[in-house]
């Protein structure tokens, strides 16, 4: 299993329980996001751009399936020459979370193309935004569409955007759509299915992602939340269980199932470059 969505808790530095904890219960990499930028509602304690960088690709270092990603607030000012220094020093990708803009902002937009030009994913938080402020409006997959307009970004959106589950399905048909259309150029949206969702929607969840008919099986990801620096491996054990248990029950082959726990992942991160052929979503006029 690879952990997409693991987020860091203290600025403390490595702990090696981390990969013993992940080992445990067959777990041999993860995504990790760094600390928060300082304009985040949670940065209690606000930690300067190199120090939530060097903290994070400490955590990453000499391991082969710890992929750092940093969490990038687009609006800063030095924006760009962050994602330039981040590329230079080895960073996996991004982690946005867009808490007070659209995703449309223009000065956002600007930013993914940077990030695209530089062959780099991009991790989004969606669904309704847990921060104590107006700002899940912003986070809604339809947000998201503008993402069509740069070519080759490849975004994952976090929680199955819960509760806009089926906003982030079609929309993921609508990328699909684009993208088998012009495999070469298009934008590719991932779903990260980090709950997100509570446990009552989970089948549902699961059930409609693969038997919508969409060709997604390349493009879905098992993530946690949890935190590297305090991984909760009985909770964690239990979505994988939970979400195994349904994989099977709905049928997905050992392949597919795989793929979700961990290949796609690898494919989100460029890694994979194996050209993944789509299948165009069926309408009445193909
Ligand atoms: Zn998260």
Same mark, same amino acid.
């Given at each position: 299993?690879?952990?997409?969505?693991?987020?860091? $808790?203290?600025?403390?530095?490595?702990?090696?329980?981390?990969?013993? !904890?992940?080992?445990?219960?067959?777990?041999?990499?993860?995504?990790?996001?760094?600390?928060?930028?300082?304009?985040?509602?949670?940065?209690?304690?606000?930690?300067?751009?190199?120090?939530?960088?060097? !903290?994070?690709?400490?955590?990453? =270092?000499?391991?082969?399936?710890?992929?750092?990603?940093?969490?990038?607030?687009?609006?800063?000012?030095?924006?760009?020459?962050?994602?330039?220094?981040?590329?230079?020093?080895?960073?996996?990708?991004?982690?946005?979370?867009?808490?007070?803009?659209?995703?449309?902002?223009?000065?956002?937009?600007?930013?993914?193309?940077?990030?695209?030009? =530089?062959?780099?994913?991009?991790?989004?938080?969606?669904?309704?935004?847990?921060?104590?402020?107006?700002?899940? $409006?912003?986070?809604?997959?339809?947000?998201?569409?503008?993402?069509?307009?740069?070519? =080759?970004?490849?975004?994952?959106?976090?929680?199955?955007?819960?509760?806009?589950?089926?906003?982030?399905?079609?929309?993921?048909?609508?990328? #699909?759509?684009?993208?088998?259309?012009?495999?070469?150029?298009?934008?590719?949206?991932?779903?990260?299915?980090?709950?997100?969702?509570?446990?009552?929607?989970?089948?549902?969840?699961?059930? =409609?992602?693969?038997?919508?008919?969409?060709?997604?099986?390349?493009?879905?990801?098992?993530?946690?939340?949890?935190?590297?620096?305090?991984?909760?491996?009985?909770?964690?054990?239990?979505? #994988?269980?939970?979400?195994?248990?349904?994989?099977?029950?709905?049928?997905?082959?050992?392949?597919?199932?795989?793929?979700?726990?961990?290949? !796609?992942?690898?494919?989100?991160?460029?890694?994979?470059?194996?050209?993944?052929?789509?299948?165009?979503?069926?309408?009445?006029?193909?």
């Amino acid at each position: 299993m690879i952990d997409c969505h693991v987020h860091l $808790k203290t600025a403390v530095g490595r702990e090696t329980d981390f990969k013993v !904890n992940l080992s445990g219960i067959c777990g041999q990499g993860a995504i990790i996001l760094s600390l928060p930028p300082a304009t985040f509602f949670t940065s209690r304690q606000k930690y300067p751009f190199i120090q939530r960088l060097n !903290n994070v690709l400490e955590w990453c =270092k000499d391991e082969k399936d710890f992929y750092p990603f940093f969490w990038l607030d687009p609006l800063e000012e030095e924006a760009l020459k962050q994602i330039e220094i981040c590329c230079s020093r080895g960073i996996a990708g991004f982690k946005i979370i867009c808490d007070r803009f659209s995703p449309s902002h223009e000065t956002a937009m600007e930013v993914f193309r940077f990030i695209a030009a =530089k062959g780099k994913p991009v991790l989004f938080h969606s669904g309704i935004l847990w921060d104590g402020k107006v700002s899940s $409006k912003y986070n809604r997959p339809l947000e998201f569409e503008c993402l069509l307009e740069i070519p =080759k970004l490849r975004f994952a959106l976090a929680h199955v955007s819960w509760p806009w589950c089926d906003e982030a399905i079609a929309l993921y048909g609508k990328f #699909l759509n684009a993208f088998a259309l012009n495999p070469k150029n298009s934008a590719e949206m991932f779903i990260d299915t980090t709950p997100g969702t509570p446990v009552i929607y989970r089948q549902e969840v699961l059930e =409609k992602l693969y038997k919508v008919g969409y060709d997604l099986e390349n493009n879905v990801m098992f993530g946690t939340d949890s935190y590297a620096d305090e991984y909760n491996c009985p909770w964690v054990e239990e979505w #994988l269980a939970r979400d195994k248990e349904i994989l099977v029950s709905s049928g997905l082959s050992d392949e597919q199932i795989d793929k979700y726990f961990g290949d !796609n992942v690898r494919r989100f991160l460029g890694i994979d470059q194996s050209v993944i052929e789509k299948k165009l979503p069926l309408a009445g006029l193909n």
